[in-house]
Structures are given as C-alpha cells and as structure tokens.
C-alpha cells in the first residue's frame, strides 16, 4: 500500500508522521521550507500533560526542555485573586515551539518510516478511488502517491485550498505583545496572570528554563503598531512593578531582551477536515489561542486522533468499516473544536470588558476565572475535549461509577504489564487498545502468582481475540472503577468502554466499534 503524505512540518505534521511510524505505516513528510526550525524564544507553547507526554513519547529518550509550573497565580492590582497548585503529574508543560519542533525533526530523521522532503511546496492534488496523487514545486517538479493525505500546513494551507474547503470565522479576537527575556523574576517554576497592575493593562508571565520568561501583554483587538519604544517602556515599567512587589531592591532587575513580537489570535474553522482520502489537522482545521487556549496542544491532539484510525485502515482490509473509523476524526475532532470556540466567544465580551451573561458559561465563571481556565487547563476553555457521544464509544452500564468519564482521556496510573514491568499508563499508549483489568492487591505479589489465577486466563484469551492489535494490563486502581473492572483505552488514551468484569462477547463487541463497526479482524 503506499505511504501517508503529510504536508507541513510543523509540530503537528511532525507528530503526525511519527505517531504513524509506530503504527509501522510509512509517510511522505513534504515541507516548504528547509527542515529547520529558527530559534524564536517569544514563540512557545503550553501542553497539557497528556499532550506533553505524547511529545515526549515522540521525540524519543531526550528530554524536551521545558518547564513543569508548580503554580499558576492570578493576581489583580496588587491582590492574588486565585492561586492553581499542581501536583507533579498534572502541571502544564511550557516549551519553546521550536524546541519542540526541532526535537521531534531529529526524531523523523531517525526514523525508518519517515521520508523528510524539505523544500517542496504543493501545487497539485488529486484523489481517485484507492488514492491521492500529489504534485510539489522545486527542481522540474516531483509527483508523489500515497495511500492518504493530511494537510497540517497551517492557517493559509494550501491542501485546504486545493481542497475547496471554507474557513470561516472571525479575524484578530485577541492581540498580545509578547518578549522573551533572561531576568530573575521572584517566582521560579510558575506562571501568572496580573490584570491592573500599577500602569494599567493585563500582562501575564509563564518560566521556562534557565531564567527565561515569556511576558505577554493584552492589546486592543485592533489597535495601532507597537514600536520598539513602547515594548521597552511595557518591560520596564511591569518588572519595576513586580520588583516593588517583592521587596526594597535597587530599582527594576536588569534583563536581557531574546525576542520580540506581536501576536493575534484568530478564530476560524473549517468546514469539513475530510474530503475523501484528505484530511486537515491543525491550524489548517482551526484557528484558536485566545485566554490561553493553545493551539498547539490542540493540534498534537488531532495528530493523536487520526494516526491510529489511519493505521487501523492502512493496515485493514475492509474499505467500508476504514471508511466508518475515518468519519469519527471529523465528528470528535471538530466537535471539540466547535465547543471550544463557542466557549471563547461567550468568554471574550466578559474578559474583554463587555456584556456577556455569566450564565451562558458552566458555573457561571467570572472574567479571571475564565483566564485561569485557559492557562490552567481546566473548564470549557481549558480541559481537554472528550468523545462521550462519539460512536466508538461504548455505551454506559448500570453500576459503574467510570462510566461518567467515558470518552474523557484516561487517569494515568500505574499499571503492570504481564511480565511483571510496572509504569504509569500513558508508557503503554499510541501503539494499540490497552485493556485494563483493575485487580487490587495485586501489587503485592509477582506477577508469575496471578497472571495465570482468577480471571486473568479468561481476560487475556478474550484479548487475544479481538478485531484490533491490544495490550493487557492489570491495575491496583483506578479512580470510579471497583475491583475486577475491565477498562478498554484508545491509542491515543480517551477510555472507550467500561465493564463490571470479564465479559469477553461485550469486550470484542467494544473493540469492533473501534475497528469501523463490523468485525472483521484487523490484526496486522
């Protein structure tokens, strides 16, 4: 079969390709530019956990360079209105996009299913029935096959172009000045949010690595240009602030100024992010990163989404349940898309000064509220999206007190594979389904004294039957299941089906849901 062509290497098209490789499905990775990624310390991102341990999982034994907040603050005027303090497993990971970037390139470099054609723009696409058919721009002009194609080449992508696919939506929502700067600010390992601070404005400040400090400062949607000076005057007069806030000092702290810019934020989406052997993930989908939504977490988590459904139809045999697998992309992924942007846009006019009811928003969130929110990875403008309705989501049974988290990304405890290797669960994902049985007590004891007792035989030849590659796991807990539960998690860790114990005929029935709904064995 031929490869998957991924246009665009950025974070996500990166991710893409990689997370496909450990499916063992070759891609085509086509890239405009040179395969580099400029260092731009002002341009960073925020993952939540599971997204960053996706990257991390992705770029391979090398540890990104970012920074766990402890602590997100929001402060007004000179008051701390809110403080967020995170356990060491739920802190938001904050990182230089190109970081990310460059690591996860070296990663495709040392791939062996990954061919990396830097310096190839897209100027031709076409479909037909088992197929595309690509045409890039460079040298006399090259021609490429593949099995599908997924543009992750940005807000002007090009696929959603040749695609004729609409992407409507609202332009410059939110404006923000934003530098990158060495200085010793008094909160390592934190982020905050200070609106009114003495001189007026809202600015936030989020840490990286060694001493490093994004600063980002609220604009008018529309406004004039900020020039030089006036950036300047914003870092001196927020860090002499902040020091007079710490304490008697001699005067604001010297800094070393890395970067600059101005960023805005857009709101759009695309009307369809499929169109038949096509695909769009990213910003080419979407468009976002208002009060603290973060697009490139978003995008990770559409490369999560699609690589296995992809891989499940690559390696299959049944076009009409591929077919089926291959609609739910669009149906979780946009969906989630739409909430999240129907959220800013009741959040916007009360954050921004305006009108908005508080009621049209769960709990009825006032405006620092709702920054937090975004920051912090929580509520409709934070927390990652879930796939309750979804149709690969089993239905609920009576007695199960999980069942409320169906389609909601998977606790990450510990768990213990059948050899007896102990790891946190989010280790075991991106490569098959991972059935887990929670088993208390079992902790205790060798896993050669109950992989063969109780239900284990039973589970395990249940799982050796099922339509789709997956893996057995034993869990001492899990948070809202009893004991002797059996859990079903996707590759890209949303729970799928819950069981009040070994039931092999409802276990194989959830799996087919997640092989396109007919049954028919998929196994590589």
Same mark, same amino acid.
């Given at each position: 079969m031929e490869p998957v062509i991924v246009v665009g290497a950025g974070p996500v098209g990166l991710a893409l390709a990689l997370a496909l490789a450990?499916?063992?499905?070759?891609?085509?990775?086509l890239e405009t530019g040179d395969g580099e990624a400029p260092a731009r310390p002002a341009r960073t991102c925020v993952l939540r956990p599971d997204t960053a341990a996706l990257a991390q999982r992705l770029a391979g034994p090398?540890?990104?360079?970012?920074?766990?907040?402890?602590?997100?603050?929001?402060?007004?005027?000179?008051?701390?209105?809110?403080?967020?303090?995170?356990?060491?497993?739920?802190?938001?990971?904050?990182?230089?996009?190109?970081?990310?970037?460059?690591?996860?390139?070296?990663?495709?470099?040392?791939?062996?299913?990954?061919?990396?054609?830097?310096?190839?723009?897209?100027?031709?696409?076409?479909?037909?029935?088992?197929?595309?058919?690509?045409?890039?721009?460079?040298?006399?002009?090259v021609a490429w096959s593949g099995s599908y194609l997924v543009g992750?080449?940005?807000?002007?992508?090009?696929?959603?172009?040749?695609?004729?696919?609409?992407?409507?939506?609202?332009?410059?929502?939110?404006?923000?000045?934003?530098?990158?700067?060495?200085?010793?600010l008094p909160w390592p390992d934190e982020a905050l949010l200070h609106r009114d601070p003495p001189g007026g404005g809202e600015v936030s400040a989020r840490s990286l690595p060694g001493g490093l400090w994004r600063l980002d400062w609220r604009l008018?949607?529309?406004?004039?240009?900020?020039?030089?000076?006036?950036?300047?005057?914003?870092?001196?007069?927020?860090?002499?602030?902040w020091s007079e806030e710490a304490g008697p000092q001699d005067g604001s702290p010297a800094y070393d100024l890395l970067d600059t810019g101005v960023h805005t !934020?857009?709101?759009?989406?695309?009307?369809?992010?499929?169109?038949? @052997?096509?695909? /769009?993930? *990213?910003?080419?989908? #979407?468009? +976002?990163?208002a009060l603290g939504t973060q697009s490139v977490d978003e995008g990770l988590r559409d490369a999560d989404n699609l690589a296995w459904k992809l891989a499940v139809a690559w390696h299959g045999e049944d076009a009409t349940a591929a077919d089926a697998l291959l609609d739910t992309y669009e149906s979780e992924r946009r969906g989630v898309s739409v909430a999240r942007l129907r959220a800013l846009d009741q959040a916007l006019p009360l954050v921004q000064g305006g009108s908005a009811l508080r009621s049209l928003l769960p709990g009825g969130r006032g405006p620092l509220g709702l920054l937090t929110d975004g920051h912090a990875g929580r509520g409709p403008l934070g927390a990652p999206g879930a796939y309750a309705a979804s149709p690969?989501?089993?239905?609920?049974?009576?007695?199960?007190?999980?069942?409320?988290?169906?389609?909601?990304? !998977?606790?990450?405890?510990?768990?213990?594979?059948?050899?007896?290797? @102990?790891?946190? /669960?989010? *280790?075991?994902?991106? #490569?098959? +389904?991972?059935?887990?049985?929670?088993?208390?007590?079992?902790?205790?004891?060798?896993?050669?004294?109950?992989?063969?007792?109780?239900?284990?035989?039973?589970?395990?030849a249940a799982v050796r039957e099922l339509p789709l590659p997956a893996e057995l796991l034993v869990a001492e807990a899990y948070p809202g299941a009893e004991a002797h539960s059996v859990l079903l998690v996707r590759p890209d860790g949303h729970l799928a089906a819950a069981l009040p114990g070994v039931d092999a005929a409802e276990l194989h029935a959830s799996a087919v849901r997640l092989a396109g709904g007919d049954g028919t064995d998929l196994r590589a």
């Open positions: 450990r499916h063992e499905v070759p891609t085509v990775l090398a540890e990104l360079p970012g920074t766990h907040w402890r602590v997100w603050r929001t402060l007004r005027r000179r008051q701390c209105l809110d403080q967020e303090d995170f356990a060491p497993g739920d802190a938001p990971f904050h990182l230089p996009q190109h970081s990310l970037t460059g690591a996860l390139t070296a990663a495709v470099r040392r791939s062996g299913f990954v061919d990396f054609v830097p310096g190839r723009r897209l100027t031709e696409l076409e479909q037909h029935a088992s197929g595309v058919r690509a045409r890039t721009s460079g040298g006399l002009g992750c080449d940005g807000a002007r992508s090009t696929v959603r172009k040749l695609l004729g696919v609409r992407f409507p939506g609202r332009t410059s929502v939110e404006r923000r000045a934003v530098a990158a700067l060495r200085v010793p008018p949607p529309r406004g004039d240009l900020v020039t030089p000076e006036d950036l300047l005057r914003r870092i001196g007069s927020t860090l002499a602030a !934020a857009h709101q759009r989406l695309a009307r369809r992010w499929r169109r038949g @052997r096509a695909f /769009l993930a *990213g910003d080419a989908a #979407r468009l +976002l990163g690969l989501t089993s239905p609920a049974l009576p007695g199960l007190s999980v069942a409320a988290e169906l389609g909601r990304p !998977a606790a990450d405890v510990p768990v213990t594979l059948p050899g007896g290797e @102990r790891q946190p /669960l989010r *280790g075991r994902l991106g #490569r098959r +389904l991972l059935v887990v049985l929670v088993a208390p007590g079992t902790g205790v004891w060798e896993s050669r004294h109950w992989r063969n007792a109780g239900v284990m035989p039973q589970l395990a």
